[in-house]
């Protein structure tokens, strides 16, 4: 994800050794903060997303589960009345929706993996943040007692020069306050397409598979008389 991918990015990011060598350590501060809380909307965007997503896929694991029981239920009443045929179908049915159950069962635990990487992106994005502006701080602090020393020295330098005209050269400004380094974001985890469970299953073996539990459903019933 290219959002993923620019987020570990500003995380490895060594704010102070930027602001260091950058010829105007102001302007790339301001832009180093605006670019992470541009990110930082994003990302708070797909988190939300991606949850949402998570739900809707849990809601839909359970229908189908529900619905798998509902037919195997119709295919137990199907062979109490005898009717062997109404059985298969309602069996085939339900092994439909099992299977469904099962793929989205596989989708809902990759998007709940998403979701964690996405909210673990975001909280250190967050503390990166924060680290950033407290450099910031450091920084402008440091840029005005520099230009107050300058100040100082220019009037003190014309007054033992005589010359009211004389200009200090700019001093060049360096930041030695050491930021603490941001934590790498985990790599969002692939997302793993379930295998077609269609292709699990041939038509001779799904057959089987029908004639197997109606046999087991015949047992059951004749356990029961």
Do not use: C
Not at 138 to 156: S, Y
């Amino acid at each position: 994800m290219a959002l993923l991918e620019r987020v570990t990015t500003l995380l490895r990011a060594n704010i102070t050794d930027l602001l260091k060598q950058a010829e105007d350590p102001e302007k790339l501060a301001r832009q180093l903060i605006l670019d992470m809380e541009n990110q930082l909307i994003q990302v708070k965007t797909q988190v939300a997303i991606a949850i949402a997503d998570q739900h809707l896929l849990l809601q839909k694991k359970t229908e189908q589960e529900e619905a798998h029981a509902l037919w195997q239920r119709k295919a137990e009443a199907a062979v109490a009345k005898g009717h062997d045929d109404l059985a298969r179908a309602a069996l085939e049915r339900a092994l439909s929706h099992q299977r469904m159950a099962e793929s989205l069962g596989h989708q809902h635990a990759d998007q709940a993996a998403e979701a964690d990487t996405l909210r673990g992106a975001y909280t250190r994005l967050q503390q990166k943040l924060r680290e950033t502006q407290a450099s910031v701080e450091i920084l402008a602090a440091q840029l005005r007692r520099n230009r107050a020393i300058q100040r100082a020295t220019a009037a003190q330098t014309a007054i033992q020069e005589g010359s009211r005209g004389s200009k200090l050269a700019p001093l060049k400004l360096r930041v030695d306050q050491t930021a603490s380094h941001g934590r790498a974001a985990r790599t969002m985890m692939n997302a793993v397409t379930p295998e077609s469970l269609d292709e699990r299953f041939s038509s001779g073996e799904q057959s089987d598979q029908i004639e197997a539990l109606l046999l087991e459903l015949k047992e059951r019933k004749t356990r029961l008389s």
